[in-house]
T-cell receptor, first 110, second 116 residues
Framework: QKEVEQNSGPLSVPEGAIASLNCTYS??????FFWYRQYSGKSPELIMS????GDKEDGRFTAQLNKASQYVSLLIRDSQPSDSATYLC??????????FGTGTRLKVLA | SAVISQKPSRDICQRGTSLTIQCQVD?????MFWYRQQPGQSLTLIAT?????????ESGFVIDKFPISRPNLTFSTLTVSNMSPEDSSIYLC?????????????FGEGSRLTVL
């Protein structure tokens, strides 16, 4: 059973701090990794995708991938109260299958 | 990314009835995916719908309960049949950015069903 594991949280950080969200996965052959943000009552919104080892930056967001250790992380710099949401980690495991983690709830305290 | 529209956005249904959810995409896509998200849970894939062929269902989901239509490359429907309170969930239509079944996945706004 291929799995994606996330700490459910809540992860609480003060406004302006760096939020660090982590995800581990079991499928060694996964090649595509995604982070989604989901506000309460809304559908998931893609915020980052990463395909190769290392860091990928997009504005305040940085995704980090380490395939050898099978983890992917998301850093949010200068966290804002509007970043408060559930963050879902997902992997593409082949044959049109995407596996989602259970999500980490982030609370940014003003 | 594709623009994905779902209808209805929410509904309250009576036990034993059926409801059909519509999903419209603004571009042609090969694969469409239907997910369920139960309260406080992550996303679970119900089925994959490929135009011109029968939908492929995941373990635990059957065609009699969740019939899917895929009449063309921009439209799909999911029916939730003979509903029970356990079917209360958000149902999400999604497509990949590449139009096929890989790459970044994008979601419609979701259809929130409450079954009484």
């Amino acid at each position: 059973q291929k799995e994606v594991e996330q700490n459910s949280g809540p992860l609480s950080v003060p406004e302006g701090a760096i939020a660090s969200l982590n995800c581990t996965y079991s499928d060694r052959v996964s090649q595509s990794f995604f982070w989604y943000r989901q506000y309460s009552g809304k559908s998931p919104e893609l915020i980052m995708s990463i395909y190769s080892n290392g860091d990928k930056e997009d504005g305040r967001f940085t995704a980090q991938l380490n395939k050898a250790s099978q983890y992917v992380s998301l850093l949010i710099r200068d966290s804002q109260p509007s970043d408060s949401a559930t963050y879902l980690c997902a992997i593409y495991s082949g044959t049109y299958k995407y596996i989602f983690g259970t999500g980490t709830r982030l609370k940014v305290l003003a | 990314s594709a623009v994905i529209s779902q209808k209805p956005s929410r509904d309250i249904c009576q036990r034993g009835t059926s409801l059909t959810i519509q999903c419209q995409v603004d571009s042609q896509v090969t694969m469409m995916f239907w997910y369920r998200q139960q309260p406080g849970q992550s996303l679970t894939l119900i089925a994959t719908a490929n135009q011109g062929s029968e939908a492929t269902y995941e373990s635990g989901f059957v065609i009699d309960k969740f019939p899917i239509s895929r009449p063309n490359l921009t439209f799909s429907t999911l029916t939730v049949s003979n509903m029970s309170p356990e079917d209360s969930s958000i149902y999400l239509c999604s497509v990949s950015g590449s139009g096929g079944g890989t790459g970044e996945l994008f979601f419609g706004e979701g259809s929130r069903l409450t079954v009484l």
